[in-house]
């Protein structure tokens, strides 16, 4: 399994896992494979190992973090995320080929989003893209935020994805595309609008903690919400970037995720939108 989502949805996860491994006549998960470490992501790891005793694989670069389970390198205290502890069994090496069921994939450094690896199937041409291309754009540039360079990553992922030989992508959101020529020109075009001004990725980031924040709630109370969206370090970041005071920016964010479709308002209670 790549990637096992939310841990507000854990239960759905294995019971997903569960039906698959019924459907297939399977008797259990053996493994799980992170891209990165973003808790929807990673976020029912801790259950799924506990379910199934099934081994645990991230990327290299996030080996140390994980093992002091440190949430300001994890980014979860910076981010305003969630996630149980887990523990990994192995590390996945850029550049580095894995079996998975059947075939051997190689894992590739996708940087820009997150401490990131993309799985590459050369022999038919299956990308499992994780945050690094979807069919309209790729995941938030949260570097940049904090002033870390991302824009330039993010460039150099899209260009080595183009090099790839590729029929399929299954992108960590949206679901399975094939025009990859289409969607490597989308995700240049909207590069190059957020970096020509930062600010751009600022609201676009913003926006984006939020949205996947309320993914996880599903629905929150509004006076709960500019609560997390002030002891949010990465929304304070974004905040100075557009020279607003926290006050501003938490009366701001909600609005914006109403007015742009992603959210609906009842009453003083915010609504995820699908």
């Not at 998975?100 to 190689?106: A, D, E, I, M």
């Not at 894992?107 to 799985?119: M, N, R, T």
Request: charged content about 20%; some cysteine; glycine content about 6%.
């Amino acid at each position: 399994m790549v990637d096992s989502g939310y841990c507000t949805h854990q239960s759905m996860t294995v019971d997903l896992v569960r039906n698959a491994l019924d459907k297939h006549g399977l008797s259990t998960l053996n493994q799980v494979v992170n891209t990165h470490l973003h808790s929807d992501h990673c976020g029912g790891n801790a259950e799924l190992a506990k379910t199934y005793d099934c081994e645990i694989y991230i990327p290299a670069a996030e080996a140390l973090a994980v093992e002091s389970w440190d949430i300001d390198l994890l980014s979860y205290q910076n981010l305003g995320q969630e996630c149980p502890r887990f523990m990994y069994d192995g590390l996945l090496m850029p550049g580095q080929e894995i079996r998975l069921g059947r075939y051997l994939w190689r894992a590739l450094s996708a940087p820009g989003h997150a401490h990131s690896v993309i799985l590459h199937q050369e022999q038919y041409g299956i990308l499992i893209s994780a945050d690094a291309l979807w069919e309209d754009g790729f995941g938030a540039i949260f570097p940049e935020l904090w002033g870390e360079s991302g824009f330039e990553e993010v460039a150099q992922t899209v260009d080595l994805i183009e090099s790839l030989s590729i029929s399929l992508v299954i992108p960590g959101h949206g679901k399975p595309f094939t025009d990859t020529v289409k969607s490597i020109a989308t995700a240049r075009s909207r590069l190059d609008y957020l970096a020509i001004d930062p600010k751009r990725n600022a609201r676009h980031g913003a926006k984006v903690l939020l949205k996947y924040k309320l993914i996880e709630w599903r629905s929150k109370d509004l006076n709960e919400v500019v609560v997390w969206i002030c002891n949010t370090p990465a929304l304070e970041s974004a905040a100075n970037l557009l020279n607003m005071e926290m006050e501003a920016l938490a009366q701001w964010l909600p609005q914006a995720l109403v007015e742009s479709g992603a959210a609906t308002l009842d009453g003083e209670c915010l609504i995820d939108q699908a």
